[in-house]
């Protein structure tokens, strides 16, 4: 079952320490940016039992172990002497007033410990000259309770305490660094002291006298949340701290050191590192080990190798290998990164404590001289907490890689080796892994990805270990064994050819089962199938679908009832475009709307198992296009359905291998439908009940399942009982993921399919099958070949449909009765018991009351946690409802003056609209009034036109009798002989010299009647004249008053009130236009 307690964060400085609620630690070089991130255990795929002690030391049991290992892993946690009650004096000697820092002498730590289970991100240390010892004194008198030192620890003198300070943030370094800064600078009376690191989780910090070497105060590892430095540079940079916490407060304490020796700082952080990551090993007070088996001495480990390049986009990406040769395509010139994943396998678990090189050279077998050392970037475990990884940068332009980073030709490749070197915490000597693969550099322009399968290289070591005495050991070591040889698999096959060329295979006489073809595509031996592979086709016959159609009509009649032809159609296969439907109505979710509701509800709830949910769901059928994009539907889909039945089930939570089979119902309905499904497989079809009681039912499936090996397959159970492989190493995952996290998605859809028809009970059938089908080769197996064998071969044998088929049909062809499983259970439960009580009466009442110190250990955390969520909950809820009446009121006061600036606002409207009103009665008169001038001033200029007109006519008359006047005057004239004589056809008068003396006399009257007749008509034109030039002033003046007139009318269009009337209409939206 996940374990629920919360993960961590992990500082990232390099110059900070911080301890994390997870069971492992990761080492993080100052090289490179990546930080690799712990996560917990309960993600292995190996089922196992988890046993947290009252410090929080967490022990994983491979399998669940047996009960002799249980009882030392336990026994050796009852001898550590942290878990003893300390009578301590005063709380403190001195401390902080007020939250300001003062110079105090440390706390005393608090008398019970917390569980806790710490993890530690380490930043590599440098080494330096320093004034340490190994502390061995005798514990000191100071008072009944005082711990016993640690005899394993390292010992800092010339050191100085600076004082403590509570912080809110015990974990953040930036408050550290603050009260750091503050306590150097402040400090009116430093003590000297000497401080005393252990080597081990177990141990305790002690603040000594350097004169009397008294001991001042004490902090268990486990209260020890942070330790942080100054940053190299600033005046802190010879002092350090850490934070520690007091049992059941919220009170966190930093206690700050300055350093007389600065590159002590380094030093001490290192040893705190080694204490937080290091268990003690003790001798168990059992009295007798379990008997070692014939491989208990070899450790194997899986070593796999990828290598990456820069793809142009500022990341790296995984290069593709050749589906026919299995060699990386690398390309030329392009900057690479080396990544190596090391997981073990088997036998008991080492701690691979660091890194210390990774190297590369092009060729094979080549020498330790010709290897080549990369950076190293970042080392440490993974995620899941299976593997450790390794990441190194590759330059390939230099000239030591020159070969390959030449194009090779198409038909040919080369060899390059890789070797990674690491310290292994529990073996002497350091431990390389050696890999030898096949590489081809391509052209940049071939295309490297589509035609290719896998992206790694894995191969599998096993390594052969000797115990070492007392004698041989060094002290204060945590060595335990010697390396006695470490051979491949590769090596190994080869060195089997080279002994026995011929390898004759066993037949099998006691079964006439044949084992399946092998798959037409390539078997790769190295690495599983990954989960959510192969297709599903959705056609299907005719007559097929049209029974399986009369018989869903029938159905839906009396859904209570299952039809009588229904177990025949189901061990044939549901159709697939069928199997959400009829999945509904096998697992009798037809009336499931109460569970939909509850759906809809519980995934608004927080799930305390929300990161071990988020890590799996990225590892949940990867090979599936629905659920291989982070963040998309698929993803978001399943991570609801895991979070929703966390929350619906407390007692279980979410365990392990329930997001493969939630991805499955997925694939078939929707997200609402397949809860409902999952919780009625949990419950109704008794899978919940395997995760129970430390996993006691699955173990006895376990015992079932050998009990049918036993009586179906004698001499593969003899051959498995003589390699000493049990059911639960290989068969875990069948039961708990009901073979979905492995296997082809037909052969696992079909088996869904009898799940829900037949009850769980096919599971045994279906293992039956398979363990018959592959029986010929594993006979021919070791205990390692075996466990591979059915992690990667078995898996990828039926990716072939028809192979899927005929396992199913054998599967279904079984008859395993119920009766028969009753009988095994029985038998069972009856050898626990007899177990139990061929125990010692003292040894089963010290593991119950273990058990029960345990549980009442978890019930007090938990009630803890609850109590101090309640207490969140409650200030949370006061605070939000003091920020919900400050808000009401903010939010009363602006209604007030919301409303009041609408009453402004409606009478500036009223006045606006009455102002707006008499402007347009203004407008209007001024309007009327300008139309009318208009008009008259028309009226005038049209008269004055007309009498200009008269005038002149009167004019031209006149001009034109006066002009017939002169005419007729002068054809009078030219008709008087005497006439003219005196004028000239001009109209001249003639002066003649001859007659002007003679007829001077005879013509003065005439001349003087002409003379007067010539001023009369002179008179009338001057007064004819005299009367234009009249017409044409009075013209003048007209034109004058009618320029005025139009200056007028001009002047009145730009008046203040037409601009008023324009604006007031253009707002009002009135139409009409203004006539000039």
């Known amino acids: 079952m996940e374990d629920k307690a919360s993960v961590g964060k992990i500082s990232v400085s390099s110059d900070s320490v911080s301890t994390l609620n997870s069971e492992d630690f990761v080492l993080v070089s100052c090289l490179g940016d990546e930080t690799p991130s712990t996560n917990n255990g309960s993600d292995d795929e190996k089922t196992g039992l988890k046993v947290i002690s009252e410090e929080g030391v967490s022990f994983k049991i491979v399998g669940n172990g047996s009960e002799q290992q249980l009882q030392q892993e336990l026994e050796d946690v009852l001898m550590d002497p942290s878990v003893t009650e300390l009578v301590a004096g005063p709380d ?7 939250g300001y820092p003062t110079t105090a002498v ?93 080597g081990v989780s177990e141990g305790t910090v002690r603040l000594l006298d350097p004169q009397t070497s008294t001991e001042i105060a004490n902090y268990p590892i486990y209260k020890i949340l942070f330790c942080v430095r100054g940053h190299d540079g600033s005046p802190e940079s010879d002092c350090f701290a850490f934070t520690e916490s007091h049992y059941n407060t919220e009170i966190f304490r930093i206690h ?7 590159e002590a700082v380094s030093r001490i952080l290192y040893s705190f590192a080694t204490a937080f990551r290091r268990s003690a090993n003790k001798a168990p007070l059992a009295a007798k080990a379990p008997p070692l088996t014939p491989d208990s001495d070899v450790f194997t480990f899986t070593v796999s190798l990828e290598i990456k390049e820069d793809d142009g986009k500022g990341t790296f990406s995984a290069v593709s290998k050749d589906k026919d040769r299995q060699s990386f395509k690398l390309r030329p010139g392009m900057d690479k990164k080396i990544v190596i994943y090391v997981q073990q396998t088997s036998n008991k678990e080492l701690a691979i404590e660091r890194c210390f090189g990774l190297l590369l050279s092009p060729g094979k077998n080549v020498k330790n001289c010709d290897m080549h050392l990369l950076d190293l970037e970042s080392m440490g475990k993974s995620s899941d907490g ?31 080796t890789t070797a990674v070197d690491l310290v292994i915490t529990e073996v002497e000597e350091p431990v390389r892994f050696l890999l030898e693969t096949r590489v081809r550099v391509c052209s940049p322009n071939d295309r490297l990805f589509w035609p290719f399968s896998k992206r790694s290289y894995t191969e599998s070591f096993y390594l052969k270990l000797r115990p070492m005495e007392n004698m041989e050991r060094k002290s204060n070591s945590d060595t335990l064994y010697e390396v006695v040889s470490l051979e491949s698999e590769t090596e190994r096959e080869r060195r089997k050819t080279t002994a026995s060329p011929s390898i004759l295979s066993s037949g099998s006489h006691g079964s006439m089962v044949p084992s399946p073809p092998e798959d037409d595509e390539e078997e790769d031996n190295d690495e599983p199938l990954l989960s959510g592979s192969g297709d599903v086709s959705k056609e299907c016959g005719e007559k097929i679908l049209e029974t399986w159609g009369d018989l869903l009509s029938k159905w839906h009649l009396n859904l209570a009832v299952r039809p009588k032809q229904l177990p025949a159609l189901v061990r044939n296969g549901v159709p697939e475009a069928l199997r959400g439907e009829v999945w509904q109505l096998l697992a009798g979710c037809h009336n499931n709307d109460h569970l939909v509701e509850e759906y809809r509800t519980l995934i608004t709830k927080e799930s305390p198992q929300d990161s071990a949910i988020t890590r799996d769901i990225n590892r949940t059928f990867p090979a599936h296009d629905y659920f291989k994009d982070t963040g998309g539907d698929g993803q978001d889909s399943l991570y ?72 179906c397959i004698p001499d593969l159970y003899a051959h498995f009982l003589n390699l000493g492989l049990e059911a639960h190493m290989y068969a875990s995952q069948w039961f708990l993921t009901l073979f979905t996290a492995k296997f082809p998605l037909y052969m696992v859809f079909h088996i869904i399919d009898l799940l829900l028809c037949e009850g769980i009970s096919v599971i045994f059938n279906v293992a039956l099958s398979l363990l018959k089908t592959s029986k010929d080769d594993l006979l021919q197996t070791d205990f390692e070949g075996a466990l591979k064998f059915f992690r990667v071969p078995v898996p990828k044998r039926y990716r072939s449909e028809e192979n899927a088929k005929k396992l199913m049909e054998l599967a279904c062809s079984m008859k395993i009765s119920q009766k028969k499983l ?40 938990e009630n803890d946690d609850l109590a101090h969520e309640l207490v969140s909950s409650k200030i949370a809820l006061r605070k939000d409802l003091d920020n919900a009446e400050e808000k009401s009121d903010a939010l009363n006061k602006e209604l007030l003056i919301t409303k009041q600036k609408l009453v402004e606002s409606e009478d500036e409207k009223r006045r606006l609209e009455e102002e707006s009103a008499q402007l347009k009665e203004m407008c209007r008169r001024e309007l009327d009034k300008s139309e009318s001038e208009i008009k008259k001033n028309g009226s ?13 006519e009167r004019l031209e008359k006149q001009q034109t009798a006066n002009r017939g006047e002169l005419e007729k005057i002068r054809m009078k004239v030219e008709g008087c002989e005497k006439c003219s004589i005196l004028f000239s056809k001009e109209g001249r008068l003639k002066v003649l010299s001859a007659r002007k003396e003679g007829g001077e006399e005879d013509t003065d009257e005439e001349k003087e009647a002409l003379k007067n007749q010539l001023r009369e008509m002179e008179l009338e034109l001057a007064q004819t004249k005299l009367q234009l030039v009249e017409a044409e002033c009075k013209i003048q003046d007209l034109e004058h008053h009618l320029g005025l007139a139009l200056n007028e009318v001009q002047a009145a269009k730009k008046t203040w009130f037409n601009r008023t009337l324009t604006s007031i209409k253009t707002v009002t939206g009135a139409q009409g236009k203004e006539s000039v």
Request: glycine residues 4%.
């Open 106 to 198: 440390p706390p005393l730590s608090g008398p019970v410990p917390p569980k806790l289970e710490i993890v530690l991100p380490i930043q590599g240390a440098q080494e330096s000259e320093l004034n340490e010892r190994s502390y061995r004194d005798e514990p000191s008198d100071l008072s009944p309770g005082t711990p016993v030192p640690d005899e394993d620890s390292v010992v800092f003198s010339k050191l100085t305490y600076l004082g403590c300070a509570s912080v809110n943030a015990p974990r953040s370094e930036v408050e550290a660094l603050r009260m750091v800064s503050i306590l150097r600078s402040q400090c009116q009376m430093p003590l000297d002291v000497t401080l005393s690191v252990p």
């Open 92 to 98: 403190h000697l001195g401390g902080v007033e007020h």
């Open 822 to 861: 009753k009988k095994y259970e029985k038998e069972y439960h009856t050898i626990r018991e007899q177990q139990e009580q061929q125990e010692a009466p003292i040894e089963r009442y010290e593991r119950e009351n273990r058990r029960l110190q345990e549980a009442n250990m978890r019930l007090e955390q």
């Open 640 to 711: 609801k359905i895991c979070k929703a039945y966390s929350v619906y089930d407390e007692e279980i939570g979410y365990c392990q291998g329930q997001s493969f089979l939630a991805a499955v119902l997925l694939l078939h309905m929707p997200e609402e439908q397949a809860f409902s499904v999952l919780v009625k497989i949990m419950f109704e079809y008794g899978l919940r009940e395997l995760f129970k009681q430390n996993f006691e039912d699955l173990h006895c499936k376990f015992f079932q399942l050998e009990r049918l090996m036993q009586e």
């Open 940 to 952: 005038i200029i049209g008269e004055y036109k007309q009498i200009c007109s008269q005038l002149s």
């Open 256 to 262: 700050v050191f300055r350093c007389e020796i600065q």
């Open 386 to 416: 299976k593997s450790y990884i390794i990441t190194g940068s590759w330059n390939p332009n230099t000239p030591q890689f020159q070969a390959v980073n030449e194009e090779t030709p198409r038909d040919k490749f080369m060899y390059m």
